[in-house]
Each structure stands twice: as C-alpha cells, then as structure tokens.
Nanobody, 116 residues
Framework: QVQLVESGGGLVQPGGSLRLSCAASGSKISINRMGWYRQAPGKQRDLVATITCGGSTNYADSVKGRFTISRDNAKNTVYLQMNSLEPEDTAVFYC??????????WGQGTQVTVSS
C-alpha cells in the first residue's frame, strides 16, 4: 500500500500563487506516474497535470503556462507550482500515484480557494 500526504493548499487572492506538495510512502514497489487532479463543487474530478518517473509531463489545457508539475524521485514527492491563480481554479486538489503494477492511489485532498 502507498500512502499519499498532501500539503500546501489554502486561500489566495486572484493572481496569486500556491505550491502543493504530495509525499508518497509505505510501499517498496516503485511508483511510475504521479499527478494532480481537482474537483470543484458539483463537478467531476478532472486531470490537472501528471509526471512520469522519467520526467514526462502532461497538463490540462486550462492550466498550461500557469501551473508547473515537478517531482523528486529520491523523496517520492510531487509538487504543483500554481501561478496566476483564478477563481475558477477553486477546488479540492487530489494527489494520485500509480505504481509499476498499475495500482492507483489517492491522497485525502487539499482545498485551494481563490477569492478576493
């Protein structure tokens, strides 16, 4: 089993920045892809960004140029730097990890609120 612990959410004004972190622990099985998803009230959970252990990234169109995903493989930690935040970015952000046996794990979620 893999445990994912997220941190870094909070309240920020439009145009501001936040950095989310997600640390994976608990399993000896290597983790391949890690990523972030978000779910706004009344909406489905959507992809934000993913990154493989080799560093290949994928972004939702709505965050391209504003968000940057990165990871530290030695620490099994993934980061999401969010700049130029908009009210539409308000959501619960969830960390996701997939191991090399194709099992998927989720964090508990962290709230991001963009409001003046």
């Amino acid at each position: 089993q893999v445990q994912l612990v997220e941190s870094g959410g909070g309240l920020v004004q439009p145009g501001g920045s936040l950095r989310l972190s997600c640390a994976a622990s608990g399993s000896k099985i290597s983790i391949n892809r890690m990523g972030w998803y978000r779910q706004a009230p009344g909406k489905q959970r959507d992809l934000v960004a993913t990154i493989t252990c080799g560093g290949s990234t994928n972004y939702a169109d709505s965050v391209k140029g504003r968000f940057t995903i990165s990871r530290d493989n030695a620490k099994n930690t993934v980061y999401l730097q969010m700049n130029s935040l908009e009210p539409e970015d308000t959501a619960v952000f969830y960390c996701n990890a997939n191991d090399i046996l194709f099992r998927s794990y989720w964090g508990q979620g962290t709230q991001v609120t963009v409001s003046s």
